[in-house]
């Protein structure tokens, strides 16, 4: 899945076609190798200023108080920042650039449980598109109410949960059948 959210997110150029998105998406990506954002020396402030029209603390405060950072946290270097502070600045940064769309390579790696259930709970409630592709079984099953398996002989699309679409002895026939033409 990395290779094709690379492809769509325009960091990578496919070996042939193309791909465009509508005029009206807002895309944000989580990649899943992000430590190249945090590689200067700067804090937490002045990182996420980056991204942002408005750099003033107190809106930036705003948004990194969201991902548990408080206090003295936000003058913390970016060098710094264990794994799973570098991908809660990550979403922070997507909040910030309001999008319909959201990219997520295997988003809760790194991410302690209190951060994965608070990050999972927001996923549930957000009302526009999300692609995600990840390891966490309980993770996809709250969040995804519609899979699409890429198959080598095309895509399965089906509007179920993911246990329902794992289990499910139709599912089970379909998939076969789309590995072995």
Excluded at 16 to 28: D, L, V
Excluded at 98 to 113: A, G, R, V
Excluded at 132 to 143: K, P, Y
Aim: glycine residues 4%; negative net charge; charged residues 25%.
């Amino acid at each position: 899945m990395t290779a094709l959210f690379d492809i769509i997110t325009k960091n990578t150029k496919p070996d042939s076609g193309k791909f465009e998105w509508g005029i009206t998406i807002t895309p944000a990506y989580m990649p899943v190798d992000h430590n190249h954002f945090f590689e200067n020396d700067i804090t937490l402030i002045d990182w996420l200023g980056l991204y942002s029209h408005d750099t003033s603390e107190i809106f930036l405060r705003g948004y990194l108080g969201k991902m548990l950072f408080s206090g003295e946290d936000v003058y913390k270097k970016t060098n710094v920042l264990s794994g799973g502070e570098k991908v809660r600045c990550m979403i922070s940064r997507m909040m910030l650039q309001n999008p319909n769309l959201l990219i997520l390579d295997t988003p809760t790696n790194h991410l302690d449980l209190e951060s994965i259930q608070s990050f999972n709970n927001a996923l549930i409630n957000y009302p526009e598109t999300l692609l995600m592709s990840s390891h966490d079984h309980e993770f996809i099953q709250t969040v995804s109410t519609r899979i699409i398996e890429l198959t080598p002989n095309g895509i399965i699309d089906k509007m179920m949960d993911y246990d329902e679409y794992v289990t499910s002895e139709k599912m089970k026939a379909q998939r076969d059948s789309m590995y072995t033409k």
